[in-house]
C-alpha cells in the first residue's frame, strides 16, 4: 500500500467534498485539518472542481488532496495534472485502469459487486471504493462480499449515506479501511462559509472514531 493510502486508513474518515466556488478550496483544507482530518476527495462534479484541486496543491502541498469521480482516462490525466495525490473512482473500466497506472497514482476504485471486486484484484488493487454504500446493502453487504476476497486482502472505502449515527458500524468492520464522509463538509456549508461548522463535524467525527475504539486517540 502507497504512504498516502497507509496515511488515509490511519485517519479512517475521509471528507468528500464537492465544491463549487475555487475560493473556497484552501480555507475549507484549513477547517478540515483544524478539526483533524488534513484529508479530502474532491469530487468532480462541478466546473471549479480541478482549479479548487490546484488550489489546495499550491497552497497546502502537505495535504492529503484526492479527486474523485475519475471516470475517463483524461479525468485521471486532469487530475494528476492538478495536483491531485490520490484518485478515487466509482467503478472501473480497462481503459481508465491502464491510464492510471501510467500516473503512478494511489488509485481507489469502484466495486459493489464480485465482479467489480474481481476486475479490481486482477488490475492489482485490493482497495476498493464501495459506492454508494448505505443504498447498496451497507455494512451487511460489504461484510458479505468481503468473505470470498479475505485471502486477497482485499479491503473497502464505503461512500454514499455514511453519517454520524452509523459511523461507528463501518469503522468497527475489519474489511473496512477508512470511510468517504460527506456530511462533514456539504455544498451548502460552503456557500454558507461555515468553516467553523466543518471544523466541529471533523473533529466530531475524530473524537466519535476515538471513543469507539477504531481510532487510537
Known amino acids: 500500500m502507497s504512504d498516502v493510502l497507509a496515511e488515509l486508513g490511519s485517519l ?6 464537492e465544491i463549487e466556488r475555487v475560493e473556497d478550496a484552501v480555507p475549507l483544507a484549513d477547517a478540515l485539518a483544524a478539526g483533524g482530518l488534513p484529508a479530502v476527495e474532491i469530487t468532480l462534479r462541478t466546473a471549479s472542481a480541478l482549479d479548487a484541486v490546484r488550489a489546495i496543491a499550491d497552497a497546502r502541498p502537505e495535504f492529503l488532496l484526492g479527486a474523485g469521480t475519475i471516470i475517463t482516462a483524461s479525468d485521471a490525466q486532469r487530475a494528476a495534472e492538478a495536483g491531485a495525490r490520490f484518485l478515487v473512482s466509482p467503478g472501473l473500466t480497462p481503459t481508465l485502469a491502464a491510464a492510471v497506472r501510467q500516473l503512478d497514482l494511489p488509485f481507489i476504485p469502484g466495486a459493489v459487486t464480485a ?10 488493487w485490493d482497495l476498493v471504493k464501495f459506492f454508494p454504500a448505505e443504498t447498496s446493502g451497507g455494512i451487511a453487504a460489504i461484510t458479505a462480499l468481503a ?19 452509523n459511523l461507528d458500524r463501518y469503522l468497527a ?28 463535524r471533523a473533529s466530531a467525527a475524530v473524537s466519535a472514531a476515538q471513543q469507539s475504539g477504531v481510532l487510537a486517540s
Not at 479512517?12 to 467534498?17: E, K, L, S
Not at 465482479?115 to 492489482?124: L, S
Not at 468473505?147 to 449515527?165: E, Y
Not at 477508512?178 to 468553516?195: K, M
Open 147 to 165: 468473505g470470498p476476497f479475505a485471502t486477497r486482502g482485499v479491503r473497502f472505502m464505503p461512500t454514499g449515506g455514511i453519517r454520524p449515527a
Open 12 to 17: 479512517r474518515i475521509v471528507p468528500v467534498v
Open 173 to 200: 468492520s475489519p474489511v473496512v479501511a477508512a470511510v468517504g464522509g460527506t456530511w462533514i463538509a456539504t455544498a451548502q456549508h460552503l456557500r454558507d462559509g461555515d468553516y467553523a461548522g466543518i471544523t466541529e
Open 115 to 124: 465482479g467489480e471486486a474481481m476486475a479490481a484484484v486482477e488490475e492489482g
